[in-house]
């Protein structure tokens, strides 16, 4: 257990939290390399199917990341994306999923270093937490 490394599958708003991945890369600030970033134009566009696909199919953690509130580019997404999460949340302890496995950070597109922390906590969380147990699953 002590070589596991997370995959972390990030769900990421186009004009803040994508943003600042790219600031966090061209900053050349050092963050694990356990995420897989997918571009959303909004992180209220995120269909809770999405994140429970990225569990199903062996991610050990999902993040969301989006514009703070009141700086939506789509002026409400991202309360709708928070609303969301907090249901799925919900749902996905009923099934055994610990709470930490589904992440919702703000991260405006200026906050290159607030990003590669997240991502470095997010990494530290999940090894604590362990393999998920749907690889356990799909391996067998």
């Known amino acids: ?5 997370p995959l972390i599958v990030a769900f ?3 004009w803040c939290t994508y943003t600042a991945a790219d600031l966090a890369g061209t900053s050349r ?3 694990p390399q356990n995420v897989r970033l997918i571009r959303m134009m909004c992180s209220g566009m995120v269909d809770p199917k999405y994140v429970i696909k ?12 989006g514009c703070w509130p009141g700086d939506c580019h789509y002026i409400n997404g991202n309360l709708k994306a928070r609303r969301r999460v907090a249901l799925l949340k919900e749902i996905l302890a009923r099934f055994g999923f610990h709470e930490d496995r589904v ?5 405006a597109a200026s906050e290159g270093n607030r990003f590669a922390e997240t991502i470095e906590e997010m990494v530290q969380r999940i090894k604590a937490l362990g393999p998920s147990k749907v690889k356990e699953v799909l391996v067998a």
Do not use: K, P, Q, T
């Open 1 to 5: 257990m002590s070589d596991f490394e």
């Open 12 to 14: 990421v708003c186009n």
């Open 29 to 31: 600030l050092a963050y």
């Open 54 to 65: 990225a569990l199903l199919e062996g991610a050990d953690g999902v993040l969301i990341g």
């Open 103 to 107: 992440w919702l950070r703000w991260i």
